[in-house]
């Protein structure tokens, strides 16, 4: 299979962070960079759109391109800096452009900001690239920047757990965080008089749902970074109230449901979920990290692909600005 067929693989980041992160004047650590370089410059992105002006979520050997693009805000920002950024076959700026086109402006809880319903949209490509302080187009036009915005959009996850519409148990200023996730169902349960229904795995979000009162400990670490006065009580929550720790070796589980009572010898009372997930691990540990000391946002920003993609966006700003500073000395006294 040739490599653009899985182009849309979202591992294709983790070429960029070996380029950057395996640094050593060591052979092994030489041919981490070269291979990785070399599979990064292979990918065609233009291809990639498939005669549209968006990018499309995927290829299969057997029936071609998915339906579906990459549309609305979501987790794809990461995934057009990279294309845009590609020395070989970049995307076009117009890419960048309609994407952002299909944007939804709300207010939401108090908040105001660019509607995604599960909270991972709002934290995925930030685990990689420091939106302190940058902004493109739109951003400027509404004086913020896409930190500010996931900020926004976890202080909004905490305001409709307070509300609570619904009516689920233990929902709170200190319980929350709904996004992409395992969960109970699919099942039909009357609770306390009320026809409860559950889902599986979905896209869970907020305020438009669905929402069947399961929740994400993962997703409340890996929005550390926006908002640590209203993470940490959270976290503090999921480990003493919740117990999210007690019976397992590995840190949380995917998700749990104080709403579903579980299933039988269940030593939570609730429904937990029996599985540890990588896609959910890595954001935790990662983000931490960056909340800690910034090691991934510094990591990142060596890296030419993702500058070049970013400024090509039209973001500007912030950090971008030193960088294109630094550079010009750098050019200018390697020719003097």
Same mark, same amino acid.
């Given at each position: ?9 979202k ?30 410059l292979?990918a ?27 549309e ?5 920002m ?30 939401n809880?108090?908040q105001e ?14 685990i990689?690239i420091?939106f ?9 036009e ?9 900020r ?10 307070i ?13 929350w ?6 969960g109970?169902?699919p ?36 929005s ?12 503090n929550h ?9 019976f ?17 010898g ?12 990588? =896609?959910?691990?890595?954001p935790?540990? #990662?983000? %931490?990290?960056n909340y !800690?000391? $910034? &090691?991934?946002w510094r =990591? ?5 692909? #993702?500058? %070049?993609?970013?400024g !090509?966006? $039209? &973001?500007?700003g912030g950090w ?6 630094a550079k010009t ?8």
């Amino acid at each position: 299979m040739e490599l653009r067929s899985k182009w849309y693989d979202k591992k294709i980041e983790l070429l960029i962070v070996f380029t950057v992160y395996f640094d050593a004047d060591t052979e092994d650590e030489l041919e981490i960079r070269t291979l990785s370089e070399s599979l990064y410059l292979r990918a065609d992105w233009q291809w990639a759109q498939n005669q549209g002006t968006t990018v499309t979520h995927g290829w299969r050997p057997e029936s071609g391109f998915l339906k579906y693009r990459w549309e609305g805000y979501d987790e794809a920002m990461l995934l057009y800096m990279l294309g845009l950024g590609s020395p070989t076959h970049p995307l076009p700026k117009e890419s960048y452009a309609a994407w952002a086109s299909t944007y939804k402006w709300e207010h939401n809880y108090g908040q105001e900001y660019i509607y995604a319903g599960p909270l991972f949209t709002h934290q995925l490509s930030h685990i990689w690239i420091d939106f302190r302080g940058i902004q493109d187009s739109f951003m400027q036009e509404k004086g913020i920047d896409y930190f500010e915005n996931s900020r926004r959009a976890t202080y909004a996850q905490q305001q409709y757990a307070i509300i609570n519409p619904l009516k689920f148990k233990d929902y709170g200023p200190h319980c929350w965080g709904i996004t992409a996730s395992e969960g109970p169902g699919p099942e039909t349960i009357k609770i306390d008089g009320i026809e409860r229904q559950f889902f599986d795995y979905v896209g869970r979000g907020i305020p438009y749902g669905p929402d069947d009162g399961t929740l994400a400990p993962w997703a409340l670490v890996a929005s550390l970074p926006f908002a640590p006065e209203i993470v940490l009580p959270a976290l503090n929550h999921c480990i003493h109230q919740a117990e999210m720790t007690k019976f397992n070796s590995y840190g949380f589980k995917a998700s749990f449901n104080p709403t579903h009572p579980g299933n039988s010898g269940n030593p939570y009372g609730w429904w937990v979920s029996p599985w540890h997930y990588g =896609l959910n691990q890595g954001p935790i540990i #990662l983000m %931490i990290e960056n909340y !800690r000391s $910034g &090691f991934l946002w510094r =990591l990142m920003k060596r890296c030419p692909h #993702l500058g %070049i993609g970013l400024g !090509r966006a $039209g &973001f500007s700003g912030g950090w971008l600005s030193h960088t294109a500073k630094a550079k010009t000395q750098d050019d200018s006294n390697s020719t003097t």
